[in-house]
């Protein structure tokens, strides 16, 4: 496994590679990283996974400072599935102030994006610059940030990007929580706590499968139990899967009933991002 960190030596090392799956990461990885570095392998020749932490893509209160950075250890975990690690300083990829932006749709100042300004203006930028640097066959983002994968999806096809985009399901942890580089701020009675909020989607999804169709009362139900339990609730939505936008009560049509049921809640300073599909049988 090589270990790169210029642009130069990348495109050097990758110019005669018939086939590139590229992972985009910001480095501290778990198994849901490695998933997905796993899935690059089934898909590629030649497996590329970046670490780089985006400041562009952190507002002026998070956390871009304090953001675990573990090359060695990442590197550690990579060797024997990737094949190449792009690993470059925020310098080589900001030689000067980035001036040139990704502006994204409307629906990236929805969710998550009202939560946090300005953030997939910055994630866009970025993992199209790497799409450029890289030109990979494929690039593999994981459905734990489902909101992230759609609008990464959306920019592909907008801009004509060659690169096919596959989304790799989430790893969970016994107890259901999905797996994240945050996840080790939690202290122990949080961690045990963790767990809660993919049984309140699950119960979400269990009730939409049962007929539950006044989605809004089903929404506000699960944001209160979430709250006497001691979470504070960033949002908890049911959307269509296709855009992302809030599921009609009268489900019509084959597009309609491929939903999804989004949260983001915090447990003391962490904040804990999660989903679950839904199809509905015709």
């Known amino acids: 496994m090589q270990v ?92 000067s102030q980035q001036t040139v932006f990704v502006e994204p749709p409307a629906i990236a100042s929805d ?17 199209l610059k790497l799409l450029n640097i890289v030109q990979p066959q494929i690039a593999l983002f994981g459905k734990k940030d489902y909101q992230q994968l759609h609008l990464i999806r959306h920019m592909v096809a907008q801009l004509n990007l060659p690169a096919r985009i596959v989304g790799g399901e989430t790893v969970r942890a016994t107890d259901g929580l999905a797996l994240s580089s945050r996840n080790q701020y939690l202290d122990e009675a949080q961690r045990a706590e963790a767990g809660f909020l993919y049984r309140v989607l699950q119960e979400m999804r269990s009730a939409i499968i049962r007929g539950e169709r006044d989605f809004e009362q089903l ?30 009560a009268v489900i019509s049509g084959r597009a309609q009933r491929n939903l999804v049921i989004l949260a983001a809640a915090r447990l003391g300073n962490t904040r804990l991002l999660d989903n679950v599909e839904v199809s509905l049988a015709d």
Not at 43 to 50: E, L, P, Q, T
Not at 112 to 121: E, L, N, Q, S, T
Not at 225 to 246: E, F, H, I, K
């Open 219 to 248: 929404r506000q139900r699960k944001v209160e139990t979430l709250s006497a339990r001691g979470w504070s609730v960033d949002y908890v939505a049911v959307r269509n899967q296709s855009d992302l936008l809030p599921a009609s």
């Open 4 to 95: 790169v960190s210029t642009i130069a030596e990348l495109r050097a090392r990758l110019a005669d590679e018939p086939r590139i799956a590229f992972v985009p990461t910001m480095g501290n990885l778990h198994e849901g990283h490695l998933n997905l570095v796993r899935l690059a392998r089934e898909n590629g020749s030649c497996v590329v996974a970046s670490i780089f932490v985006n400041p562009l893509q952190f507002g002026p209160n998070e956390d871009f400072d304090k953001y675990p950075r573990t090359l060695e250890a990442d590197c550690a975990k990579l060797r024997g599935l990737a094949d190449v690690v792009f690993a470059p300083t925020v310098n080589e990829m900001y030689p």
């Open 111 to 127: 969710l998550d994006g009202a939560v946090r300004p300005g953030h997939f203006r910055g994630m866009l930028t970025v993992v």
